[in-house]
Nanobody, 116 residues
Framework: VQLQASGGGLVQPGGSLRLSCAASGTISSWNVMAWLRQVPGKQRELVASINIGGFRNYSDSVKGRFIISRDVAGNTVYLEMNSLKPEDTAVYYC???????????WGKGTQVTVSS
């Protein structure tokens, strides 16, 4: 299984960005896809997750500003980031947890920088 993430970049405070992550390979229908982020010197933290049924979970720091979604096929996850703040600056990682096969996978990180 491979996860291909894209969409990071530089944006001004208050702006928006959309991240995408496409999963390829053998994946069960019980997977959960998520976005996590990490800044230097800190642990990676969960931003948002979504299961195949569309149940979403958000960290308190992004609730009301970020929206996670999946395409109909379920193999691509998106993170719509609005009202971005400088503290959202981080490397964002796509993650897929597949409990049916007992495996999980990481995509390469994509840098998001919020700065004026």
């Amino acid at each position: 299984v491979q996860l291909q993430a894209s969409g990071g970049g530089l944006v001004q405070p208050g702006g928006s960005l959309r991240l995408s992550c496409a999963a390829s390979g053998t994946i069960s229908s019980w997977n959960v896809m998520a976005w996590l982020r990490q800044v230097p010197g800190k642990q990676r933290e969960l931003v948002a997750s979504i299961n195949i049924g569309g149940f979403r979970n958000y960290s308190d720091s992004v609730k009301g500003r970020f929206i996670i979604s999946r395409d109909v096929a379920g193999n691509t996850v998106y993170l719509e980031m609005n009202s971005l703040k400088p503290e959202d600056t981080a490397v964002y990682y796509c993650h897929l947890d597949d409990p049916h096969y007992g495996r999980n996978y990481w995509g390469k990180g994509t840098q998001v920088t919020v700065s004026s």
